[in-house]
């Protein structure tokens, strides 16, 4: 049952995404994935508290707000809570290691996958 919350929210969440996309703004700064991945990091953060304030919290709601509707948002909201727990837990320097890494780690991934893809292309 719990993958049925998950892909279910998940469906949700990325239907949601692509309603976003469709607003028509053109910019070549990527606005309307900044407000996606604000939204979701926002959206994550009111669950989180919601569930962590009440005893009762379904792990089943749980699991289809969080790792399926947000996951299906967007997963730059999980980075965020991530980052945002370490920081809580005054980790400072391993949140700020997780920050710069993440978003060095993917943009290297990025850059690799292209030179790769264009190998079989």
Do not use: D, H, W
């Not at 379904?58 to 289809?64: G, N, Q, V």
């Amino acid at each position: 049952m719990n993958f049925f919350y998950v892909a279910l929210g998940g469906g949700i969440g990325a239907m949601l995404r692509y309603a976003i996309s469709l607003i028509p703004i053109k910019s070549q700064f990527p606005i309307l994935t900044l407000i996606t991945n604000t939204l979701g990091a926002i959206l994550i953060g009111f669950i989180v508290g919601v569930a962590s304030n009440r005893e009762n919290f379904p792990s089943s709601a749980e699991l289809f707000l969080k790792t399926g509707l947000c996951g299906g948002f967007t997963t730059f909201s999980t980075f965020s809570l991530e980052a945002y727990n370490l920081f809580e837990g005054k980790q400072y320097i391993a949140g700020g290691f997780y920050v710069v890494l993440s978003c060095m780690f993917c943009i290297l991934g990025i850059v690799c996958a292209k030179k790769l893809a264009t190998m079989f292309s």
